[in-house]
């Protein structure tokens, strides 16, 4: 059974870069697609975009300019870049695990709470 | 961006009831809906995926239908565990989410 943890500050300045990283374990991070998916408290859930094991991404295009998603196959981890952070941008942050592009979330981790504050 | 709306907001029923909520899509998604169960403080799990699919290890309880724009999540003979808030998920396009249901008891 895969699973997934999320890893990263939970605190992170105005302005500055949100850096999170996400942990296989149990299986394989090869063949399948990694997001990162975030819900700010008491809010909706939102995609912010995958990375496929061969290193292509797609990104939700409402923060495509300030996110990059990388992924280190030998260490069987993904992570996530959020440029420009504010206040909006506080959330549990989520990674989760899609079969295909255009498939489900079928394994997810148990989320990271991120607050952006001075 | 494909919008999800979900319907009703909020839900109240009894153990045992049988409950259906709805998901419509602002443009055709074909089969590509998603349903997830959130329960407070834990992440989403997935019950049902490409419409009508169920995941493995869930309950038969649950059963999703429909195509096109507009979809159903059904619940039979709710169980005290199925209190949650339940979210749609369209992956034909960037994946976007419905704003959710919670479901609470009457």
């Known amino acids: 059974q895969v699973q997934l943890q999320e890893s990263g500050p939970g605190l992170v300045k105005p302005s500055e870069t949100l850096s999170l990283t996400c942990t296989v374990s149990?299986?394989?991070?090869?063949?399948?697609?990694w997001s990162w998916i975030r819900q700010p408290p008491g809010k909706g859930v939102e995609w912010i975009g995958y990375i496929y094991y061969n290193g292509s991404t797609n990104y939700n295009p409402s923060l495509e300019s300030r996110v990059t998603i990388s992924i280190d196959t030998s260490k069987k981890q993904f992570s996530l870049r959020l440029s420009s952070v504010t206040a909006a941008d506080t959330a549990m942050y989520y990674c989760?695990?899609?079969?295909?592009?255009?498939?489900?979330?079928?394994?997810w981790g148990q989320g990271t709470l991120v607050t952006v504050s001075s | 961006d494909i919008q999800m709306t979900q319907s009703p907001s909020s839900l109240s029923a009894s153990v045992g009831d049988r409950v259906t909520m709805t998901c419509r899509a602002s443009?055709?998604?074909?089969?590509?809906l998603n349903w997830y169960q959130q329960k407070p403080g834990k992440a989403p799990k997935l019950l049902i995926f490409?419409?009508?699919s169920l995941q493995r290890g869930v309950p038969p309880r649950f059963s999703g239908s429909g195509s096109g724009t507009d979809f159903t999540l059904t619940i039979s003979n709710l169980q005290p565990e199925d209190f949650a808030t339940y979210y749609c998920q369209q992956s034909y396009r960037s994946p976007t989410f419905g704003q959710g249901t919670k479901l609470e008891i009457k």
């Open positions: 443009q055709t998604i074909s089969s590509y």
């Open positions: 989760a695990r899609g079969y295909n592009w255009n498939a489900a979330f079928d394994s």
């Open positions: 149990g299986g394989s991070i090869s063949t399948y697609y």
């Open positions: 490409d419409a009508s």
